[in-house]
Structure formats: C-alpha cells, structure tokens
C-alpha cells in the first residue's frame, strides 16, 4: 500500500486521487491496439475507469447519509469493474506488465480505501446499510 493509502486523506485528496487514476485510463485506453476486442474493453474501461471520479464528487454534495452511502457504492461497483477490465487487459498481453501493474495496484488501493470508508459510513463490516 502506498504512503498516500495509509494516512487518512481529506476529500479534496480523495478526488484528486480518483482524477490522477481516471486520466492514467485515458492515457491507457488511447494506447490501445486498434482492433475490436481492443475497442470493445477500451470503452467499458473508459465508462467504468472515469465514473468513479464523477461519482465521488456527487458523494461530496449527497442530500442525505443513505444517498452518500448509496453513490460511494456507485463508486465501489465502478472500481471493480475497472479492476476485472484490466484484467482482461493483462491476459490478453497487450501492455507489459510494468504498464499495468501500477494501474492495478492504485485500483486495488482505491477500492479498499472505498471498502473502509463503507464501513465507517454505514456502521457494521459488511458496507450494507444497517437496519
């Protein structure tokens, strides 16, 4: 884990985080072999990779504690499926794997920083809203 995972990080520090990690898809994504299967995985991951960005910043203004659990959720869903496309991408060995491997590792951080932040924001260890 990163020395930026480890301390506690404002929301300011979040987001940007999250932008830092949707520009680095971008970049990945236009990087991309010009073929079908590439185009294919190449948009979902452009969807899913920006969307938890876009996402938190709507967490930041929810209007109430179910709607801020409810998008940091959004988020969540968002980051593993970003994680399962660059998987695709790994097995079809169109990067080296010094390419992905930061990519995987910030994703990998990202959703435990969002796991733990369920957590807190819904009381109890499994991130469902407590009844």
Not at 7 to 15: H, L, R
Not at 40 to 68: C, K, V, W
Not at 84 to 101: G, S
């Amino acid at each position: 884990m990163s020395k930026t995972a480890k301390k506690k990080m404002t929301p300011q520090e979040i987001e940007q985080r999250l932008i830092d990690f949707a520009s680095r898809i971008l970049d990945l994504v236009e990087a991309l072999p010009k073929k079908a299967t590439a185009k294919h995985i190449g948009g979902q991951l452009m969807r899913s990779g920006t969307s938890p960005a876009l996402n938190y910043g709507e967490a930041q203004a929810a209007e109430s504690r179910s709607d801020f659990v409810h998008k940091m959720k959004v988020c969540l869903k968002e980051l593993r499926e970003t994680h399962v496309c660059l998987r695709i991408i790994e097995k079809r060995n169109w990067f080296q794997p010094a390419r992905l491997t930061p990519l995987l590792v910030e994703n990998n951080e990202l959703i435990s920083m969002f796991v733990a932040s369920l957590k807190t924001a819904t009381g109890n260890n499994d991130g469902k809203p407590s009844s």
